[in-house]
């Protein structure tokens, strides 16, 4: 251990990376990056990893690889288990080794949350990781190939059916995606089944699609799912989800489908080392266990320990708490560690926070998206470009830039998807799965 | 069912492929392709998915989407549990459906055979599928980020010590690419450990590694690993695989080297359905399982019948049987495909299968390899070129080829290797295996 000062980032997700790239150039500090993978991935792509367009390693770059130059950053493979607030020091769960820090940023992000029916995670995986995304990919293509050998209607048809719970940006990209891939990406492979008549059904709570864009691109973005096939409700709660039977209630009736594939996008809850900070800082979390920090993200008389990203409310822009995405998290990484590295050389810090709003967007199937940029609306081909244009930037790694680019430039010519591989589980275990047994297949069994 | 003639064809590889290819234009018969698998490996280039520098989809091709526009081929994903020779049809396995066939081509092709020790099989996993790959993967570099937080400098030499069993072509290029990733793709990634002093050990029972080329080429393939920091060990017998050891005797002498990361390429087995097929036909099976075939590929008393590719035994032309490799069964697949369209078409058929050596190839590492093309030997660098357009050329998709060679490119410009993952299993898993319960962790849990 030097007496350099000891800058501990756990999460290599948009805001753990952004603040560790940010210190570049700081030699008085050093710098321990920890996370339970050993790449950063670039989730707002994860759907298409799920729909058999990417593969993983397109959207994924090794965090050892990223900093391979950095000598002031130091990459760990670990969980951290426990974060001793007293003793300034992080707490590995598989080896109970420690990590010392002067400076803590936790950006742990979140996952999906099913509203207090963990019992529907099997049934309705969520996508997060690269395992859901496989998981994901191998439940859409598993239905085709059953369908396809299957002879009673009744069954084909459950098959042919797929719900998407959550109308926004990810699941709108899904069902989207899905869409697609019955209508065209499929034509032609099978003999049996028509893989155009599949149903795609998007389920959204709210009174329209991506509810937290402008009306106008939410009514664009429902008009261009139709035109793919997807079936949209709105105002649709899911009260309940079966083996191969989600119940839903809108307008006060209640309503069935039968489905074998159910893809959840509905809710997401902060990691759970946010109710453990709060717990020894005596910090607050909201209710999606979300930790509520002070304007410049540390915690209230903890000025070495800052939350950042989807794991932090922050509300002393507007009142309202930021929205989960990439952006914020970057920005407020990028924030964090210039504020300290201004501490550290008796420079003047910033006080508060401020968010600048580059703009959001959401694709729906080939080349079509939504994109709002101030006062800007795109739709259409054009916000197709400009999605593709702004994700293409954001990926971290040059070669994947250029790898993805060509797959998509290739897809977009064949409407093509060659990462249709159904991988990981073996045959027998996906074609068994019957009713009463399918509440006991876990998702991606030994992979969580 | 029509009254066309019809063909089952038994397994996707490098054999029931091209047969299934070779039916192009005949009207007259209608294939039907059955495999577990939804996608066709380009086997010999699983060992850049194993080492990180291809991802799957590279190398596989969906079997629908080989196959869409040809009207006369059917793909079934289905797992075959049993032959009814008597009633000429095919039994799967999830279902208990069957598939009624007038002529049934059998390519299910090998798998590992760890000579009796299945029980070494979860210590020492073989590369033949996808998920075999992964696993592999996840180990190799696994060992180097638990090597960089361990204090025990034992611990830390067990981790960095890699040992390949088997000195064949899979062997070869596993431990030539191993040795790369250590001298040269990590560096630079680590802080506590120095990857380039990991040991790499290859063990081959014979007296050189490529048994099967010229001995000229195996003291080349020799000396290129050596340069790449491989040890290479000859005459050299596993006789005990243990968790974090293994015991090997050389020149009477037993010794052991301690290890956490153990690649099986020592032997293969037919699928076993080939002793099936054996039992309810009459036909002879040699050591490996193999089934002997006739002269035609079919098996005597059943011309309707043939086996093709690593699963026959076809000792005609030499008297001793064709090498299992990609050559032999894309032509005894074209061959059945020909005489079997003759034959309907009321022309003569050829009496025997005549293999053409078109060469063998392995790689060493990044830009070297070597290659026996009849009476021409090439080595090093000219050796990789020619290995390089031979696999392109045979890569099933156009895409796959165009993004194989970019990827590469990148990867010789770079050293990098882009599909760095460690995915599939949790932290914790991998982390605290210990000596007493690593006999415990399958490989791979779910994936077989």
Redesign the interface.
């Given at each position: 251990m030097t007496d350099k000062h000891q800058v501990v980032i756990i999460g290599g997700g948009f805001g753990g990376l952004t603040a560790a790239k940010a210190f570049r150039n700081a030699d008085d500090v050093e710098i321990t990056l920890v996370d339970?993978?050993?790449?950063h991935l670039f989730q707002p792509l994860l759907y298409q990893v799920a729909t058999?367009g990417l593969?993983?390693?397109?959207i994924?770059?090794?965090l050892?690889?990223i900093?391979?130059?950095r000598r002031n950053v130091?990459?760990?493979?670990?969980?951290v288990t426990d974060i001793d607030v007293a003793n300034k020091q992080v707490i590995l769960?598989?080896?109970g080794?420690t990590l010392p820090y002067d400076t803590l940023i936790i950006a742990t992000g979140a996952q999906h949350h099913y509203f207090g029916h963990n019992e529907w995670e099997n049934l309705a995986p969520g996508l997060k990781t690269?395992?859901d995304a496989t998981e994901i990919r191998r439940r859409i293509?598993?239905a085709f190939?059953a369908a396809?050998?299957e002879?009673d209607p009744q069954k084909v048809r459950e098959w042919l059916t797929f719900v998407v719970v959550g109308g926004g940006p990810t699941g709108v990209e899904m069902a989207g995606t899905v869409g697609e891939i019955a209508h065209y990406t499929?034509?032609?492979?099978?003999?049996s089944i028509d893989p155009a008549s599949a149903r795609v059904i998007l389920i959204e709570g709210t009174d329209r699609v991506l509810p937290t864009f402008a009306p106008d691109l939410s009514r664009n973005a429902a008009w261009q799912l139709q035109k793919l096939g997807v079936e949209v409700l709105t105002q649709a709660l899911v009260t309940d989800v079966q083996p191969f039977l989600v119940t839903y209630k809108q307008n006060d009736r209640t309503q069935q489908i039968a489905t074998r594939s159910i893809i959840w996008s509905a809710g997401v809850q902060a990691s759970p080392l946010g109710k453990l900070v709060a717990e020894s800082t005596g910090a607050s979390i909201d209710r999606s266990g979300r930790v509520i920090v002070q304007p410049d993200m540390s915690l209230a008389g903890h000025p070495e320990l800052f939350v950042i990203g989807d794991l932090a409310n922050y509300s002393h822009q507007d009142g309202k708490p930021l929205p989960g995405v990439a952006q914020v998290a970057m920005q407020q990484g990028r924030f964090v560690a210039r504020n300290l590295l201004r501490k550290l050389r008796g420079e003047s810090t910033e006080a508060q926070f401020v968010y600048r709003d580059l703009g959001t967007m959401a694709t729906i199937g080939r080349a079509a998206a939504v994109a709002q940029i101030g006062k800007i609306h795109l739709t259409g081909f054009i916000g197709w470009l400009g999605w593709l244009f702004i994700h293409l930037m954001y990926i971290v790694?040059f070669?994947?830039r250029?790898?993805i680019l060509?797959?998509w430039a290739?897809n977009y010519v064949?409407r093509?998807r060659?990462?249709?591989?159904?991988?990981?589980?073996?045959?027998?275990?996906l074609?068994?799965i019957t009713r009463a047994e399918a509440e006991k297949v876990p998702v991606?069994?030994?992979?969580?």
């Open positions: 339970r993978r050993n790449f058999g593969s993983p390693a397109n994924a770059a090794p050892r690889s900093f391979r130059h130091r990459t760990v493979l670990g969980e769960a598989d080896t080794s690269i395992e293509l598993y190939e396809e050998r002879t499929l034509r032609n492979e099978f003999r790694e070669q994947n250029v790898l060509l797959q290739w064949t093509n060659a990462a249709r591989l159904i991988t990981g589980r073996s045959l027998p275990t074609a068994t991606a069994e030994s992979l969580h």
